[in-house]
């Protein structure tokens, strides 16, 4: 990658992470001798750290090497050792990454937890034990958080008997309805909010404790829609079998951000090329996705502030009902699409090309009308006003620390869009901003949806232009790759980009056959969810739906 | 009390003689009459009139498969609705929990009997009428307490707390409202109030313009009508329900029978709030044409307000509970109490 750049001579302590790339030799210098050595990925460096020093490493190349982001951290058991992986980013220029790769043994998998470090680490730490059964210590609160508390063994590790099967009786797992421990003695309510109720947009459950309507404490509970999207795609193999999957992770109409997920960390593996026709379609098609999922996320979240089915709810699904009459002509599907491939997408733009390239520029035309009108009923509605100003407020910090990206982030002025900082695709050619709020509230984060439709709709009438004037010899939509894809075996990769709800990134280790032998997905949902405690503490319960809705998890994402 | 139009044509109708006994059986029968009517609007209003309104507003179709213009939706929605199983959850608080929708649905149409409608249909004339029917409207917060007190369901808890702290807090700028039209009409008597409004305030165009409330005295009127949206729960003020927040507030726990109840209560009550205003601002029955078409003026009336409040449903954010509370107590009750100072100056200096 262009990132790993030699180097410098000249500047050692203070660009380690600069503009020009990162200085791994000075940051191992850093790091001093909590490292044990050095490994490659295809992303970045990584440095081997002793169990017992990670929160030295990582404060170290967050406090002094600037790498604020822990992006993901993903965890595997080996033959010999467990290995947790904590990717470290830069939001200012996540093309700067650094990998801090953690070994345990097989015989006690206990190492030292990144939480005081990364806010961000708890949940990732706790999927990490859940799944693949890594003890960190020192971690505040390490309970299995995709899976009910009564299941046995974790299911990733290597031991794990994955045909027998476990049912977690209701009256095993931990009773709803039981009283709440502090109800007694203090003025305190807890209240389950979900995981089936109006305004949870999914399955997800609430542990909310309120003082009369005041939220005084919120934990969210998590998985209850959790597949086993990694296991399946582990099961997979690269060429064929794992494209669909992505589309299931965040369903609401964000299905071709997804498998560009895939299709760029597989294509970084395998070294593949994808033709510029191909990327300029993916691009179109991601975001017009991009504006269904957005169009989703302001017609579900009015829905949170008004009540009930209201005009402005209709209204989004129609828009998002257009989108997706267009990628139905382009993809043969509504919603899991299963379009991209590795190397390009399945198949060319469809016949005739001029009416298809009609309904998107009469889609896009009738955008700015639509918008308007969204701006008359809803953001410049008074009681809208009252209602998410200043409410479900995040801290840039805070949402730094617990590595919040997307529209979130954007809301809470962090300049970080991957299309642009870490670009792929046809992105870097064309004319397009990233949208930033400084609110930090309920209000800023809507906002900026309703601005990157817009950014979204300018992309794609320049892909349209481009693909008008393509020459038609060189309409290639997918480069010549091999029928079974065998990635050279221990290639580690860790690639993102940017989607619906922020990054969206893929981690893969190979282990020579057509499988991944690890398949690691970062949700930005399951990130942006974590801080909803932060976010909607003190105030009224009305506010903290109204922070969830803004928040937009998709619960498939989330649980994965 | 006076003997209002509608016991006497029942009377005359049937031949009934005088006596008590008589009118009683003549009153009972008007109620049942009045009572029924009222119903079968709700029941217009509830499964069929709402949803393609909300549907219009909503660029929708809503229902059109049954019957004409989805007509027949009404019969099946009842034999759904009434057909469903009865769950009462173990923990209620029972006879508080059966009670609550009788009380809510009951509280509504008692107030009914004393609106003046046209056409001959006036139940009960008593002097103090318009107390009458704010007493018996205020019984229906009653209701909404018993039934979230007694469901054994913090959503409903919760919902039952605010329909009462939004109903105290909106009660008195409505009635405190309600004075000043008093003040100009000089009577608590629904026909006198109605009567009082037939003058002609002015002409425009050779178009008489009649005095209505709504015309003498529009600040009151708009005050009304936002204190009547938050009285009968709908948007901006639909808290107490708040389906997003908190499921379904006081009715959370109850289903078929009783939920039907909790349901037309809420849409009689609505229309109770529309009547109100229609006695109160806009001339009760009058309008243009011959006195027997009074009724038909009255129900225009007031489906023109229903609509009004499905209108708001649809087009308007709900706001927070402090914020509701807010606005009802250092907002609405200052100005209905400017309004009703002015009023009485205005009345004082020029009658």
């Keep these: 990658m262009s990132t790993q750049k030699e180097p410098d001579e000249e500047s050692e302590t203070e660009a380690v992470v600069s503009a020009e790339g990162v200085d791994y030799d000075a940051l191992e210098e850093m790091l001093g001798d909590s490292v044990l050595g050095r490994e490659t990925h295809l992303n970045a460096e990584g440095f081997v750290v002793r169990a017992d020093a990670v929160q030295d490493a990582l404060s170290t190349l967050k406090e002094e090497a600037g790498l604020d982001h822990l992006s993901c951290v993903s965890a595997e058991e080996y033959e010999d050792r467990y290995e947790s992986i904590y990717h470290l980013k830069q939001y200012d220029d996540p093309t700067n990454e650094v990998s801090v790769v953690v070994p345990t043994s097989r015989r006690d998998p206990t190492s030292q937890t990144a939480t005081p470090v990364f806010k961000g680490a708890d949940w990732h730490e706790r999927e990490a034990y859940d799944l693949v059964g890594v003890d960190y210590e020192g971690h505040p609160d390490l309970r299995r958080i995709l899976l009910p508390e009564t299941w046995q063994g974790h299911p990733l590790s290597k031991d794990y008997n994955q045909t027998k099967p476990q049912i977690v009786t209701l009256a095993e797992n931990k009773n709803p309805l039981e009283e709440h421990k502090s109800a007694e003695d203090s003025d305190t309510m807890f209240l389950n909010i979900g995981p089936h109720h109006p305004a949870t947009h999914g399955v997800l459950h609430l542990e909310t404790v309120l003082d009369g309507e005041q939220v005084a404490d919120v934990e969210p509970d998590i998985g209850y829609l959790h597949r086993c999207e990694e296991q399946m795609a582990q099961n997979g193999n690269y060429r064929y079998q794992i494209m669909p999957y992505p589309d299931r992770w965040d369903y609401a109409s964000a299905g071709l951000l997804n498998e560009w997920a895939y299709a760029r960390t597989a294509e970084d593996l395998a070294d593949i090329e994808v033709p510029e026709y191909a990327q300029v379609i993916r691009t179109m098609s991601a975001e017009l996705c991009r504006i269904a999922a957005h169009m989703l996320a302001l017609g579900t979240f009015c829905l949170d502030i008004y009540g009930d089915f209201t005009a402005i709810f209709m209204y989004a699904m129609q828009d998002r009902e257009n989108i997706q009459n267009i990628l139905e002509d382009l993809t043969g599907q509504r919603m899991m699409f299963n379009y991209f491939r590795l190397g390009g997408v399945v198949w060319d733009l469809p016949e005739p090309r001029e009416e298809f390239f009609g309904s998107i520029r009469d889609f896009l035309d009738g955008l700015p009308e639509r918008l308007d009108e969204y701006h008359d009923l809803i953001t410049s509605n008074e009681i809208f006003q009252i209602r998410c100003v200043d409410t479900g407020y995040l801290d840039p910090e805070v949402a730094k620390d617990y590595g919040v990206t997307g529209p979130v982030a954007r809301a809470s002025g962090i300049d970080y869009d991957l299309r642009r900082d870490d670009p792929y695709g046809y992105y870097d050619e064309l004319d397009w901003d990233v949208v930033t709020e400084d609110g930090g509230d309920n209000y800023a984060r809507l906002l900026v949806r309703m601005r990157e439709v817009e950014q979204s709709a300018r992309i794609i009438e320049q892909c349209v232009d481009l693909l008008e004037d393509w020459p038609e010899d060189e309409r290639n939509i997918q480069s010549n790759v091999p029928r079974t894809l065998k990635p050279e075996a221990d290639t580690e990769t860790y690639r993102a980009v940017e989607g619906a709800k922020g990054e969206l990134g893929i981690y893969i280790r190979s282990d020579g056959t057509e499988q991944p032998g690890r398949f690691k997905i970062r949700s930005p949902c399951f990130c942006n969810l974590a801080p909803l405690d932060e976010m909607s503490n003190g105030e009224l319960i009305a506010d903290l739906v109204a922070t969830l809705g803004s928040l937009d998890v998709i619960l498939g994402e989330v649980d994965r | ?351």
């Excluded at chain 2, 008195?172 to 039209?181: E, M, N």
């Excluded at chain 2, 808290?239 to 289903?255: D, K, L, N, Q, R």
């Design chain 2, 1 to 351: 009390m006076v003997d209002a139009p509608l016991v006497e044509t029942i009377r005359s109708l049937l031949g009934l003689g005088d006596g008590p006994l008589m009118t009683f059986i003549a009153a009972f029968l008007g109620a049942f009459l009045v009572g029924n009517v009222m119903l079968a609007q709700a029941g217009v209003a509830g499964p069929w009139a709402k949803r393609k309104i909300t549907a219009a507003f909503t660029d929708r179709i809503a229902v059109n498969r049954i019957g004409p213009f989805g007509l027949l939706i009404i019969p099946a929605a009842a034999v759904q609705l009434l057909a469903k199983e009865l769950i009462i959850p173990d923990n209620v608080d029972r006879p508080a929990y059966d009670l609550a929708p009788l009380v809510l649905a009951a509280s509504a149409l008692l107030g009914f009997a004393v609106i003046p409608m046209g056409s001959g249909i006036h139940l009960a004339d008593p002097e103090t009428g318009l107390v009458y029917v704010f007493a018996v409207a205020s019984l229906a917060s009653i209701g909404l307490l018993m039934g979230g007190y007694a469901s054994a369901n913090k959503y409903s808890f919760l919902g039952g707390l605010r329909a009462v702290a939004q109903n105290i807090a909106y009660e008195i700028p409505l009635v405190v409202t309600a004075a000043s039209v008093v003040i100009f009409a000089g009577t608590l008597q629904m026909s006198e109030i109605v009567a009082a409004q037939q003058a002609t305030l002015f002409t425009i165009a050779g178009v008489d313009i009649p005095s209505w409330y709504a015309f003498v005295n529009p600040f009151a009127f708009v005050l009304f009508m936002v204190a009547n949206l938050a009285e009968v729960g709908r948007n901006p003020f639909d808290t107490p329900e708040a389906p997003t927040e908190i499921v379904a507030g006081y009715m959370t726990e109850y289903s078929s029978v009783y939920f039907v109840l909790f349901y037309m209560g809420e849409f009689i009550h609505i229309f109770l709030g529309a009547a109100i205003v229609t006695t109160l601002f806009l001339g009760g029955p009058a309008g243009p044409g011959p006195a027997y078409l009074g009724i038909v003026w009255f129900l225009a009336k007031i489906w023109a307000i229903f609509l009004f409040t499905q209108w708001c449903r649809s087009a308007l954010p709900r706001v927070r509970i402090d914020q509701l509370i807010e606005i009802g107590w250092k907002g609405l009750l200052v100005l209905s109490f400017a309004n009703l100072v002015l009023t009485a100056i205005i009345v004082g200096v020029l009658v």
